[in-house]
């Protein structure tokens, strides 16, 4: 007999504060609906995964993503690796330097890639990739939280390699699910593998009712589908944050830098009209590591801007958006978080449609202002004018209640997943 094991699968090292939050509302959450079940914790895959990618698997991609986790099955499950660590908050590291290479430098990492290499040759690191394998082949349950892996400017030879894991605890009979994601997909191949493991998963939780027709049109059962709100909500349990760190009544921006200009450039409208209200802007996401650049640029376009330099972790993120006026935000999780310190804030959509979906599943009441429509700088800045006049509705209660709402809605639909926790004593 042994006892019943729950893997948990997130990124556990990031530079990404809603990464951070993400990942230990989902410890911490499975942990406390596991029963006397033991829960497991795996940051993403092993290096040794990085040698494979979607191109490596040739004209059958399907067949040969099988015959690949097979392989993997056979040669480094091994009932004498050392075992996982349990799940626990403290597990979760969050690099707060922000640095990011870029140009020539990131090249040359890439090139060289060292222990990429020695770890492709099983040089080091083969007791991380037991650990990981044995895991996904011995764990009751597998569950994986993509963290925003699977999105359009996504790795896509990342996503196949964590799915890769799924597959391997497929084949070995274990149950598997997949929780708390978009499915934004533009790879064609990556599309057909995600249609062939989640064909075989038990449970799929996405986070909005376009990724559920998605779903559905890979061939996810509804029986097996559930539409959930991101786990980030859960972070609204927890109490507001001490002090504000930004001047009362500021303008707060948190900008995606990847994506800004993938729709209409009207940014320097944008800021010339933000000029007027006369009041502090602080430039601040929870990706400031690709945010930064972007948003020194906006701040030169004004005379009372500050880019705050670090990465701060989720719950200093909160304390920045304490007391502002509004959060204008192209980033999900930086928008959660100024929601549970009551921070009013009106989303921009950068990408497909996560932001959009999400905020007409909270029923907000002013809608998502796409950044690929025209005249989009003007629609915000009205909207920024009305949330300062206090013009249109409540969003400080209409936030609250929304924030409950969602939380309500992710405990709901959580329920069949964690009815198939193991607790207790297996054979």
């Known amino acids: 007999m042994s006892q019943g094991r729950t893997l948990l699968i997130s990124r556990l090292t990031t530079q990404n504060a809603g ?7 989902f410890l911490k959450y499975f942990a406390s609906n596991a029963g006397r079940g033991k829960v497991l914790a795996l940051d993403r895959y092993p290096r040794y995964f990085e040698s494979f990618s979607l191109k490596g698997l040739g004209a059958n991609p399907v067949q040969s993503f099988d015959n690949l986790a097979r392989d993997l099955i056979r040669r480094f499950s091994d009932k004498n690796a050392d075992a996982l660590p349990e799940a626990r908050e403290g597990l979760v590291k969050l690099d707060e330097s922000a640095k990011e290479l870029t140009g020539f430098l990131r090249k040359v990492k890439r090139k060289i890639a060292l222990r990429k290499t020695l770890s492709s040759l099983l040089l080091i690191e083969k007791p991380q990739l037991l650990q990981a394998v044995t895991g996904c082949t011995t764990s009751d349950l597998i569950v994986w939280n ?6 359009p400017t996504g790795s896509a030879d990342q996503v196949m390699r964590l799915l890769l894991l799924l597959r ?5 009979g274990r149950k598997t699910a997949v929780i708390n994601h978009s499915l934004e997909i533009v790879d064609e191949r990556l599309r057909a593998l995600i249609a062939h493991v989640y064909s075989h998963l038990d449970y799929v939780g996405v986070r909005d009712a376009k990724s559920v027709e998605v779903a559905l049109s890979l061939g996810v059962s509804k029986e097996r589908l559930y539409e959930s709100p991101d786990l980030v909500f859960l972070a609204s349990r927890e109490q507001k944050a001490h002090e504000a760190k930004s001047p009362k009544g500021s303008i707060a921006l948190a900008i995606n830098g990847l994506e800004a200009l993938s729709g ?6 944008f800021m010339k009209g933000l000029e007027e209200f006369k009041r502090p ?3 601040v996401s929870n990706a400031v590591n690709h945010d930064r650049d972007f948003s020194t640029y906006l701040a030169g376009l004004t005379s009372n801007g500050t880019v705050v330099e670090h990465q701060p972790g989720y719950i200093e993120l909160r304390s920045f958006y304490k007391d502002c ?3 204008v935000s192209s980033r999900l999780h930086a928008s959660i978080l100024a929601l549970c310190e009551g921070t009013p804030v009106l989303s921009i959509e950068p990408s497909v449609f996560k932001l959009t979906a999400i905020f007409e599943q909270m029923n907000y009441p002013i809608k998502t202002v796409r950044l690929q429509d025209a005249g989009w700088s003007e629609k915000v800045l009205g909207n920024i004018r009305s949330v300062i006049d206090q013009e249109g509705p409540d969003l400080v209660s209409q936030g609250a209640r929304a924030l409950a709402h969602q939380v ?9 997943l964690f009815a198939m926790m193991p607790d207790g004593k297996v054979a």
């Open 19 to 25: 990464n951070e939050a993400l990942s230990k509302q």
């Open 146 to 151: 993509p963290a925003g892996e699977i999105h």
């Open 168 to 172: 391997i605890g497929q084949l070995s």
């Open 264 to 269: 209409s450039n009207e940014w320097v409208q």
């Open 281 to 283: 802007i602080v430039f």
């Open 325 to 327: 006026a509004v959060l």
């Open 408 to 416: 309500e809605l992710i405990d709901q639909s959580f329920k069949p």
